[in-house]
């Protein structure tokens, strides 16, 4: 007889050598394989060690979970991450099960345990995101914005039955750092003599220097309300320059690097731009580009090229053993993506992102 499945919360241990480590180790473990057997990019989820930081200090996002479990077998896990700010009402899920467990119940059992607990604490809008393989599909799903299609998976059926919409579609793309850096020194000068003396490039690695972090704090909390969202409705965030050193600090955890290159405005001092590479305590393994951000009222001066092109020049000098760097952009972001081309970025998979309101 197959034993049942049980549902019991992901703990976050002290330190992932301890004792009751294990739960959250399988998470972490479990995100990689479903990552791989979904677009076969196992390195798009975080490690345990990257993912634990964050879940120690929950002053900006609550983050929680729930185990499937079969018997002493994990079969899947849900986490769940709810942002702190004052009338937040987003929760957002990743749900985590294996094609080999996928079917039997446990995809819909962590899905219902996750609703739960957002009504629980008082949220009415649940998101959470699909991956998919750049392949044509008998059903192609387009979201609420028209564009880009991503094909019907095991993940977007449940979904669909369970009351969520498709709203947009992301592209992940990913730029080969081995090869000639000779388009992006070109583009950088072009863009450079374009943006001319009203603008200036300002660059470094977390920790943020204190002088910075008032004016990096302004523009990171613009990434929710510039950049290109369709009907998704993420939480306003309110950040200052304490905020700004507890991500810092939480980024950095577990030995991971992160370089920002970013754009002053010189007749005002304010940031107005901003592209941030990470990469984790293996400087060989693959570079994850975080936020990347021109402030609506300064585009059209090739901010974006400036930032972007400027930090992956410098990541070679940090992290010259990477490979190769992964990004996601919004398909209805034409001018980010037009960026990312030009420079030699290709699409590897694709994202769909999916909202349900209660």
């Known amino acids: ?61 609550l983050h929680t979970g729930f185990l499937a479990r079969r018997g002493d077998l994990i079969v899947g896990a849900v986490t769940i991450d709810y942002a702190q700010d004052a009338g937040a009402r987003a929760a957002e899920f990743d749900l985590l099960v294996p094609e080999e467990y996928w079917g039997a119940g446990v995809e819909t059992a962590l899905l219902d345990r996750a609703e739960d607990e957002a009504r629980t604490r008082g949220r009415d809008v649940l998101q959470i995101w699909s991956l998919h393989r750049p392949v044509e599909h008998d059903r192609m799903l387009v979201p609420k914005t028209g564009w880009g299609r991503v094909p019907a998976i095991g993940l977007t059926d449940l979904l669909e039955v369970q009351g969520y919409l498709l709203e947009q579609v992301e592209r992940n793309s990913e730029l080969d750092l081995t090869a000639d850096p000779t388009p992006l020194r070109e583009s950088l000068a072009r863009a450079v003599e374009r943006a001319r003396a009203d603008y200036r490039l300002v660059e470094w690695n977390l920790p943020t220097p204190p002088e910075l972090r008032d004016g990096y704090a302004d523009v990171l909390a613009r990434l929710v309300t510039d950049a290109p969202s369709g009907d998704m409705e993420f939480d306003a965030e309110v ?23 970013a754009v002053e405005h010189v007749p005002s001092g304010a940031i107005v731009a901003y592209n941030e590479l990470l990469i984790g305590e293996d400087r060989s393994g693959v570079t994850h580009q ?43 972001n034409r001018p980010m993506l037009d960026i990312n081309e030009a420079i030699g970025f290709v699409p590897v998979s694709y994202a769909g992102a999916w909202q349900k309101k209660l």
């Open 239 to 261: 950040w200052d320059a304490a905020r700004v050193v507890r991500r810092d600090a939480r980024l950095m955890g577990a030995g991971q690097m992160v370089s920002v290159a």
């Open 1 to 61: 007889m197959t034993a049942p499945i049980t549902i019991v919360p992901l703990v976050a241990p002290a330190a992932l050598d301890g004792d009751d480590a294990a739960g959250f180790l399988a998470s972490g473990e479990l995100g990689h394989r479903v990552c791989d057997e979904m677009v076969g990019l196992p390195d798009l989820a975080p490690t345990a060690a990257q993912m634990l930081p964050a879940w120690h200090d929950a002053t900006d996002t």
């Open 290 to 332: 975080f936020g990347t951000l021109v402030a609506r009222e300064h585009r059209g001066h090739r901010l974006g090229t400036i930032v972007k092109c400027a930090n992956l020049l410098r990541w070679r000098g940090l992290a010259p053993a990477s490979t190769r760097v992964s990004t996601f952009n919004a398909e209805e």
